[in-house]
């Protein structure tokens, strides 16, 4: 069963495909005898495949309830693993289910540091918007101090939330999968993370954390921030200087040189601020 699993996990994107072929290769389980054909991705629910001739499905619970072919004894099991805080796949064929895979999310070094420093930067709220069971997405979210939680959404439903939060503001979107995609989109911006993100969600992001490192979310804010600002002090400089000039010439206060050198003074300072963003702004 793990191999059935494996061979369909390794055509798909997901972190927890990756997951299922990792103990397969940990196992030592033959994949070579088993091969996956016509592979299918069912979007936010899972996928299916024919192996060796057999057509298999592996996803969510929720996969299985509209095939109408979880059983009493797996929905049972099904619970008590989510009630654990972990992800619970199913593998099975239309007519039943054959085997529950568990999966518990391991938090990223730091993550609640990123929250609580997010914090500390003004972002006014942070919530956490999952397609995994409510238990387990609350159980993760307490570790990194994301008090807001919605879960079991499908990539539909994620975009819908995004665009309910920009209802009172900016928003800031980061996610890696394809699942994600439709949130980025509808973010005012959207961040992805290089490393891990499918090729789907760098394209719609507007910016991508290239080292996939979830610290450097605060510090890309604040750079941000301090962009702005130094090129709204540069606009203003600039202007200044250029009135000033202009007031100065029809005064007939300034001769031509030191008109000169004021324009181009103006230039150089506006160089010098601009070379502040080469400095930490954490």
Do not use: C
């Amino acid at each position: 069963l793990l191999a059935i699993a494996a061979a369909m996990e390794k055509w798909s994107p997901h972190p927890l495909a990756s997951a299922v072929v990792r103990k397969a290769e940990e196992r030592r389980v033959n994949l070579s005898a088993w091969k996956a054909e016509n592979f299918a991705s069912l979007t936010g629910k899972g996928a299916k495949a024919v192996v060796n001739g057999q057509t298999y499905y592996i996803g969510s619970p929720g996969l299985f309830g509209d095939l109408q072919a979880a059983g009493g004894e797996a929905a049972a099991l099904v619970r008590r693993l989510q009630e654990q805080g972990k992800t619970v796949m199913l593998l099975g064929t239309e007519r039943e289910v054959l085997a529950v895979i568990a999966a518990a999310d391991e938090v990223r070094p730091g993550s609640g540091e990123v929250v609580r420093r997010l914090h500390a930067l003004g972002i006014r709220k942070t919530v956490m918007l999952t397609g995994d069971n409510p238990e387990t997405a609350k159980a993760i979210a307490r570790k990194v101090g994301i008090r807001e939680v919605k879960a079991g959404l499908l990539p539909h439903q994620k975009r819908e939330a995004v665009r309910e939060l920009a209802r009172t503001g900016n928003v800031a979107m980061v996610g890696d999968g394809v699942n994600d995609a439709p949130a980025l989109a509808s973010a005012t911006v959207g961040i992805a993370m290089g490393g891990a993100g499918s090729d789907v969600a760098l394209e719609t992001a507007d910016v991508v954390l290239v080292s996939d490192d979830l610290t450097k979310l605060p510090h890309a804010i604040a750079l941000g921030r301090r962009v702005k600002r130094i090129v709204k002090q540069n606009i203003a400089l600039s202007l200044s200087v250029i009135v000033l000039l202009i007031v100065a010439n029809f005064l007939e206060a300034i001769t031509l040189p030191i008109g000169v050198v004021g324009h181009e003074g103006s230039t150089v300072l506006v160089i010098l601020n601009g070379l502040r963003m080469l400095r930490d702004p954490a």
